[in-house]
């Protein structure tokens, strides 16, 4: 315990150090928030990655989805690899940052509003941004607490003050620049926890071709091309994870602060890899969870006889970790949050200062007041998130699911189509993010679970532009 404590605490003398100088460098909104906009491609390849992946990966959607996939849920990182990583940084990542230098603009939200001339649509995702990220953050925050509570056996309030006290700190001192150096020590964490990982489970396991078999004498189904639940909630897992990056903001921003072309395709190769490894490892890992938990061998991930779905991976973790190595799971999983949770807080809060403050209320307001303002609601956002968490009202893969799909829904067409081609059309723009965020939600409401109801209505949001196109006109050019 006093080891873990030790390390924990040299991890946060780290975090202020970086953050105190950072902060004497961040003058302006564009240094907060962008980081000047000159970040390099192993900076912006972690800090993609490691805002993709948190504990809301390793502890929710590693541990509901092993438990219930199996070996299938593989097929969810790879997607993830290939599409929310790949596919993205290939086809729109410089065409995000040359549009963002053309139109001036440094969030998704003013985009549309210039691409298709609506500061009605400025402000409904302006507002939606704030409102639909704080469940995510909330999210990241359970994980997290439930990884603290078993590590320093602490209360989980405890635990959630303490993460988000720190998230705060860090980041209201130096913003985007803080983010992006602390990524780089974060990523490197990441992937020599998640390399421990690997190595123990196929320990404990007696290797990859005893722990299939032990698997398929479970339930064969495990070991298959599609795990029990089907091919519908998986197919919606993968679709919602892997294409709705295409339109997030949170991962968009990084494109924004991309130094240059080259940088992006550098970064293109770093960041794939970094996916593939940690989220292969990820879902790996939570497909073997039935190999080691049981309510009888470990009642803590149990209740009444059933999974408890956030405590799995803490609880495997535990088990399958040797303790002098268990510090070091600590800190994957902290340093993907971390990460993730300043990439949010980041967005969010530049939603109501930048988009909502500075775009209705004081269009005037100086540089200086902005940067301030992003600081005040960046701590804002911490606590409704940290207050949320504390509720618990759902399991982490539900929480994401409604998060990820409303922003999707509001975003991914409008955006994506607005980005590609010429013909979008405000029309199509407006009546895609309020139908598709509708029908996500009243699914939802209606009982669908959130990952089906966020895929289907991010499919709405791609469809419904294309019914408009041709019948507005050309104010923007194609980026080719």
């Avoid at 990056?245 to 940088?263: E, I, S, W």
């Avoid at 999707?408 to 029309?427: D, E, I, N, Y």
């Amino acid at each position: 315990m006093a080891v873990r404590i030790a390390v924990l605490a040299a991890y946060v003398i780290l975090i202020a150090v970086i953050g105190i100088s950072r902060m004497k460098k961040t003058r302006t909104f564009a240094d907060f928030f962008l980081g000047g906009g000159r970040v390099g491609p192993w900076m912006t390849a972690f800090t993609y990655g490691a805002a993709y992946f948190s504990a809301v990966l390793f502890i929710g959607f590693a541990g509901k989805v092993g438990w219930g996939f199996g070996y299938s849920g593989l097929w969810i990182a790879l997607g993830n690899a290939l599409v929310g990583v790949l596919a993205v940084w290939a086809l729109i990542g410089f065409r995000i940052k040359r549009m963002s230098q053309e139109m001036s603009v440094t969030t998704m939200p003013e985009f549309l509003e210039k691409r298709y001339g609506s500061r009605f649509l400025k402000l409904f995702a302006g507002l939606a941004t704030f409102v639909f990220f704080i469940p995510y953050s909330a999210a990241v925050f359970i994980g997290l607490s439930y990884l603290f509570k078993m590590n320093f056996n602490i209360e989980y309030w405890q635990a959630l003050a303490f993460m988000g006290l720190l998230t705060a700190f860090y980041l209201v001192l130096g913003g985007y620049r803080s983010m992006t150096v602390l990524d780089v020590v974060f990523g490197a964490l990441m992937l020599a926890g998640g390399t421990v990982l690997f190595v123990s489970l196929l320990g404990k396991a007696g290797g990859m071709a005893a722990a299939t078999a032990k698997l398929a004498a479970i339930d064969p189904r495990l070991v298959g091309a599609v795990g029990p639940p089907g091919w519908w909630p998986l197919a919606a897992l993968i679709f919602l994870t892997s294409v709705a990056p295409f339109g997030m903001p949170q991962l968009v921003q990084k494109f924004y602060a991309v130094r240059d072309k080259k940088a992006v395709r550098a970064g293109m190769i770093i960041s794939t890899l970094f996916a593939v490894i940690l989220s292969g490892i990820a879902y790996f890992a939570g497909g073997l969870t039935r190999l080691f938990l049981s309510p009888e061998a470990t009642p803590g991930a149990f209740a009444g006889g059933k999974p408890v779905f956030d405590a799995l991976m803490p609880e495997l973790l535990a088990r399958v970790v040797p303790q002098s190595l268990t510090i070091l799971m600590l800190l994957l999983i902290l340093s993907a949050s971390m990460s993730t949770l300043a990439a949010l807080v980041l967005v969010s809060s530049s939603a109501v200062v930048k988009d909502l403050y500075g775009g209705f209320l004081r269009p005037a307001a100086s540089d200086k007041t902005l940067t301030a303002l992003m600081r005040c609601m960046s701590a804002l956002f911490v606590l409704l998130s940290v207050l949320l968490a504390y509720i618990r009202p759902a399991t982490i893969v539900t929480i994401l699911g409604i998060s990820w799909g409303a922003v999707g829904s509001v975003f991914l067409g409008p955006f994506l189509w607005g980005l590609l081609s010429k013909r979008a059309t405000k029309a199509g723009a407006v009546a895609a993010s309020l139908l598709a965020l509708a029908v996500c939600l009243t699914l939802y409401f209606r009982g669908m679970p959130s990952p089906e109801a966020g895929t289907i209505g991010m499919l709405v949001s791609l469809a419904v532009p294309l019914i408009f196109i041709g019948f507005g006109p050309r104010r923007h050019r194609d980026n080719k």
